[in-house]
T-cell receptor, first 116, second 117 residues
């Protein structure tokens, strides 16, 4: 059974479109995350979310928005896609323990987004 | 501010030889340190972490890492490399002093490990 899954695996779309990437975790974790990996493989946090709060990296454009229908899902919505949004997007989850800083994050397989 | 550095873009090792992938960090409080591996076209897989206690941490696939507070390092090691270890390795750090957005997991730029037969 896949612990953290994402759909679709590949997403090719035109500039200006709106798209969503889905993420589900079956680990019973409390916190979920979205990361962006650029063409140089650099990983950067975009959002973290649990039932208490949404934490947004201030560098993320407001065209990006996470939506959590329930504790096991955190979907990523992207409006008005731009060429620079092309990247691999990873979902992750972790179980809150103590302050949360020591939690291990478990990653999904990634979604490769290509904006034409 | 938290930061992590992986000084080598690529490490080349012959199969059977020991390997080391370097990582140094900077935090204001106590560091929580992690190593992840990414195989081509795959997600990141957790290898090991240091939170507290013994400076030598053992993880998956025979990997280990040594926390060195004086050198602010957390190098990844394996006594005998396998061709199948070839992948991209990421070191990551979190500062125990910070929560919220300042407590984010910060990743290094990654080191490509190439193990030749």
């Amino acid at each position: 059974d896949t612990a953290v899954s994402q759909t679709p695996k590949y997403l090719v779309t035109q500039m200006g479109n709106d798209k969503s990437i889905k993420c589900e975790q079956n680990l019973g974790h409390d916190t979920m995350y979205w990361y962006k990996q650029d063409s140089k493989k650099f990983l950067k946090i975009m959002f973290s979310y649990n039932n208490k709060e949404l934490i947004i990296n201030e560098t993320v454009p407001n065209r990006f928005s996470p939506k959590s229908p329930d504790k096991a899902h955190l979907n990523l919505h992207i409006n008005s896609l731009e060429l620079g949004d092309s990247a691999v997007y990873f979902c992750a989850s972790s179980q809150d323990q103590g302050t949360g800083a020591e939690d291990t994050q478990y990653f999904g397989p990634g979604t490769r987004l290509t904006v034409l | 501010a938290q930061s992590v550095a992986q000084p080598e873009d690529q490490v080349n090792v012959a199969e059977g030889n020991p390997l080391t992938v370097k990582c140094t960090y900077s935090v204001s409080g106590n560091p929580y340190l992690f190593w992840y591996v990414q195989y081509p076209n795959r997600g990141l897989q957790f290898l090991l972490k240091y939170i507290t206690g013994d400076n030598l941490v053992k993880g998956s696939y025979g990997f280990e890492a040594e926390f060195n507070k004086s050198q602010t390092s957390f190098h990844l090691k394996k006594p005998s490399a396998l061709v199948s270890d070839s992948a991209l390795y990421f070191c990551a750090v979190r500062d125990s002093n910070y929560g919220g957005s300042q407590g984010n997991l910060i990743f290094g730029k990654g080191t490509k490990l190439s193990v030749k037969p």
